[in-house]
């Protein structure tokens, strides 16, 4: 594989990775579509291996002459695309921060699954109500994909989950777990009634019941919500859900974050 050094931080060759961010990104082809950033060895594979076609590559030259670079190198020997290589100092100049493990990779965006044929295959599934934080939604992504939810749907307002925090935070877990997001207008609790599923909000409320209530059990096809980071789920949402859940807190701790709530749902809901 040819490497191309890269020792201007400004190198308009490389723009993808130092000068845009990612809603530039987003509409880097438009209107034909757009590209996302894939950090670390592991999330990159994991993307390759889900069909993502890469863009570039652009690596760390200490991270290339290591074994682990070498077997990384050697797995994205056959793709005909530039390779770039940096010293870390210049990689660190053009991000602004240590890049984890030494490789990043721009990869094209692919059109969205509608939501309707998505939910027709699938009976176990979180919704996130504009979840904001890319960190929250990368962290939801691992624990929904390691404790047994299906798929991941999302609102317009959500973060993106191939935000490149997103996508290092869920360990490539975005690549790996079905998931699409809801029209900005779409009635998407009438659509999830549609399609068969037993709804549960989770929110502070006092008509909630434990989430390890048996009524929360033995749905055939069963969808967990899960809302904003500042105010939780909408109240239309609410009176549309057919159960509020709550996590019985202690301590005088009245909620968690919602990245580890989600992990305490999955657990109770979808992997017992």
Known sequence: MDFIKISDTHDPRVEMFTELNETQLLHYYEPDGGVFVAESPMVIKRALEKGYVPVSFFLEEKFVDGEEGNEFVDSISHYDVPTYVAP??????????????????ALMRRAPEPAEALLKRVKKIAVLEDVMNPTNVGAIFRSAAA????????????????????????????????????????????????????TVSLALRDDAVPLSDPCLKHHDRLAVIFGTES?????????????????????GVDSLNVAAASAVTFFELFSK
């Open 88 to 105: 870390r100092v210049t990689m660190n100049d053009i991000t602004g921060y240590n890049i984890t493990r030494g490789a990043l990779c």
């Open 231 to 251: 105010t939780g789920i909408k109240d239309d949402t609410l009176s549309k859900s057919d159960y509020t859940a709550i996590i019985p807190m202690q301590n």
């Open 147 to 198: 404790l047994g939810a299906e798929a991941v749907l999302l609102t317009a307002a959500s973060a993106d989950p191939l935000y490149r925090r997103a996508a290092r935070v869920s360990m490539g877990t975005v690549f790996t777990l079905p998931h699409t997001y809801f029209g900005k207008t779409e009635d998407y609790m009438a659509l999830l009634k549609s399609c068969g599923f037993t």
